[in-house]
């Protein structure tokens, strides 16, 4: 069964602090992306890979990296949390080759900056 | 530069009824559509797509949507709607040709069902 796993589910964290949300995918695909989910305005890309190491930058980068040292994981790092960054975010991934191929989502991670 | 809108924030159906949920997109390629649902605390799931291959498209759970090119809609129906499909749903468009296959998804409709 295909699974994309996320850390963690609530996380709670002060301004300033750096953050790290771990994304692992067990099904092989070569492309990973991670959104942030706000009420009204549906999903937003942040960043996404294609491959080992390759990343882009989605629409709403400012205030995130990322990193993919393996193919099964991608890292979204929060480096400085801002209250404005609570939210919840999700990671997905897909195959690469056909723009028709579908995502798959991890559960969630729901992050309150205080 | 490709776009979703759904029309409706949020549905309300009582159960048994005819659920529609509206979903016009913008695209200046032939594009790929998708709907997807979420169910509380959980991530999203893909209830169907529609590649070209048949304008009709049949789902998971039930649900169908039809693709037409002269609306440029992409409408969810489910002939009776179920206590269980309260959820949110999203639809989606893609057209992009490069390998990470970009999704642009629409702002989201929140479906009820009353007993």
């Known amino acids: 069964d295909v699974k994309v796993t996320q850390s963690s589910r609530y996380l709670v964290k002060r301004t300033g602090e750096k953050v790290f949300l771990e994304c692992v995918q067990d099904m092989d695909h070569e492309n990973m992306f991670w959104y942030r989910q706000d009420p009204g305005l549906g999903l937003r890309l942040i960043y996404f890979?294609?491959?080992?190491?390759?990343?882009e930058k989605g629409d709403i980068p400012e205030g995130y990296s990322v990193s993919r040292e393996k193919k099964e994981r991608f890292s979204l790092i929060l480096e400085s949390a801002s209250t404005n960054q609570t939210s919840m975010y999700l990671c997905a991934s897909s195959l690469s080759g056909k723009v028709s191929y579908e995502q798959y989502f991890g559960p969630g991670t729901r992050l309150t900056v205080t | 530069a490709q776009s979703v809108t759904q029309l409706g924030s949020h549905v309300s159906v009582s159960e048994g009824a005819l659920v529609l949920l509206r979903c016009n997109y913008s695209?200046?390629?032939?594009?790929?559509l998708f709907w997807y649902v979420q169910y509380p605390n959980q991530g999203l799931q893909l209830l169907l797509k529609?590649?070209?291959?048949?304008?009709l498209v049949k789902g998971i759970n039930g649900f169908e949507a039809e693709f037409k090119k002269s609306e440029t809609s992409f409408h969810l129906t489910k002939p009776s709607a179920h206590m269980s499909d309260a959820a949110e749903y999203f639809c989606?468009?893609?057209?992009?040709?490069?390998?990470?296959?970009?999704?642009?998804f629409g702002s989201g409709t929140r479906l009820s069902i009353r007993p």
């Open positions: 890979s294609y491959d080992v190491k390759m990343k």
């Open positions: 695209s200046s390629v032939p594009p790929y």
């Open positions: 989606a468009v893609t057209s992009g040709y490069s390998s990470a296959s970009k999704i642009i």
């Open positions: 529609y590649t070209s291959a048949a304008t």
